[in-house]
């Protein structure tokens, strides 16, 4: 079977993506009164960066993202993606809060590491499973973005905060999400 993200080979590296294919977590919520099935998915932006012809390395591939929009591989993005399964299904304990965003359509994550030392971002869109997915799964969660914050940024722009356990019951529900502040 086909990754979900074909291999790439930069500098004569060949750089692996089994590890970004979707997968299905269980996220137990009492608020729908049932584990929830919760597929993930990630988009390129986790290994990639905007793309700039100027600072473009020379000879590298033009990788397009989901909207046709031209991106940069990104080396550090790469190596830190390798963590993300793990930091997703992480979530799933009833502890980690998540942040929604100011563009209110998506929810942020972030984390300290410490290479490149400082905060690592994740955004993430989560719904409720189409009709026809629903044999499947319950929810989907699709992990948009991921990067560290490099100096000279600001953090990003968040709203209040929700127990992820709960997200996932209340977007499985159709209640509103209303954040705390």
Known sequence: MANYFPDLVISEVNYDFSHLDP???????DMARKELKVHVRFTNHCF????????????????????????????????????????????????????????????AYSITIDDPAGPYHLFFEIRKASRAERHLQDLNVVVESAYHEEKGYGPPDLLGRIGFVAL?????????LATKR
């Open 23 to 29: 997968f299905v977590m269980v996220v137990k919520s």
């Open 48 to 107: 990639t960066k905007g793309y700039d012809a100027f600072s473009h390395p020379a000879g590298e591939p033009i990788i397009p993202d989901h909207s046709g929009n031209k991106r940069t591989f990104c080396s550090i993005r790469y190596r830190l993606s390798l963590s993300l399964p793990a930091i997703i299904s992480s979530l799933v304990n009833p502890q980690e809060k998540v942040f929604q965003t100011a563009a209110r359509r998506n929810w």
């Open 168 to 176: 996932c019951g209340r977007v499985y529900e159709g209640k509103p």
